[in-house]
């Protein structure tokens, strides 16, 4: 009979500790004001799925592919007029076969001056990779979203926020200024390895802020949307207000094919108008808000100054 493997109240310290310490918060960034003086600052994300969860789950449905086309055909044309219309740059974030399914599109959007990063070759769930492939996948994805912008993105977002044992040092090989997958924080913080800084901000999501918790569908599951759209609007203003009063980052992460339907982008233009009207917010992408925190450290992180 073999020997049953060790279970967690067996392992020694020097095991766990080297576990939670592999991406861990370090010091916070969160600066002692924004630009111009404002006391908050909102960053709004789009993770542009596409049709890339079906492909995923190698599920070839052309029904579950179609939701996914919604996102390009209405939900990215909608969120590209919202943002216009506010005057307001947002960071977007791509799987590299969405971009290379809709290549305009993400030329466009980055053309109209939004941010650009990273988010998996074809929204894979990386802790379920063979060794090695992660890093080939997202290495792949950065360039092909470099060759389609024409500029190297600096920022991540896993697919799903999944983050392996393997994904910091490829973040870190990579060079890039922040992540925003890892969530041990409402403001921005730099992120440690085994005790030791890394110059890398994070800048924490969270699923409370994140519109696909309250609005995904799954026909022949138990998954169904459960929340109406007042009601996330609700949440998420709180966590807006929440973010104000304490002169910290507000950052939302929405997708297309979600949030962009008739009844959804309304709350966002709700949302946006609100926090646009309230004085001393400062409305910036992932890279601004994560430049601003490095440069704003005592010291300042180095990645900040080489941008």
């Known amino acids: 009979m073999s020997e049953s493997k060790p279970g967690p109240w067996d392992w020694e310290e020097a095991h766990w500790r080297r576990i939670v310490g592999r991406a861990r918060a370090g010091r916070s960034l969160a600066p002692s004001s924004w630009p111009g003086g404002a006391r908050c600052a909102v960053s709004l994300s789009f993770d542009a799925d596409h049709e890339t969860i079906p492909l995923r789950d190698s599920d070839e449905s052309p029904m579950r592919i179609s939701q996914g086309q919604y996102g390009a055909r209405q939900g990215v044309p909608r969120i590209r007029a919202l943002l216009a219309r506010h005057g307001v740059k947002a960071s977007f974030f791509y799987p590299a076969v969405s971009a290379l399914l809709h290549p305009d599109e993400i030329r466009a959007v980055a053309d109209e001056g939004h941010e650009i990063g990273i988010h998996s070759w074809i929204h894979e769930a990386n802790t379920q990779l ?6 080939d996948l997202t290495f792949r994805a950065t360039d092909t979203l470099e060759k389609l912008t024409g500029r190297r993105p600096v920022g991540i977002r ?9 994904t910091m040092s490829i973040i870190q090989e990579l060079g890039l200024l922040y992540d925003s997958s890892l969530m041990a924080d409402d403001d921005p913080y730099e992120l440690e390895v085994q005790g030791e800084p890394t110059g890398i901000v994070e800048l924490p999501p969270e699923w409370i802020r994140d519109d696909a918790v309250y ?3 799954l026909r022949f599951a138990a998954l169904r949307p459960y929340t109406p759209p007042s009601a996330v609007e609700e949440i998420f203003r709180a966590e807006f207000e929440g ?7 507000f950052l939302l992460t929405m997708h297309p094919h979600v949030i962009g339907h008739r009844s959804r982008i309304a709350l966002l233009d709700r949302l946006v108008t609100l926090m646009k009207g309230t004085p001393g917010v400062w409305f910036g992408t992932h890279e601004e808000v994560a430049r601003w925190c490095a440069q704003q450290a005592a010291p ?6 080489a941008g």
């Open 130 to 135: 063979p060794p090695g492939v992660e890093r």
């Open 158 to 166: 896993t697919a799903s926020w999944d983050f392996s044992v393997d």
């Open 300 to 305: 300042p992180l180095s990645r900040a100054a």
């Open 215 to 217: 609005f995904n569908m």
């Open 243 to 249: 973010a104000l009063a304490e002169g910290g980052l």
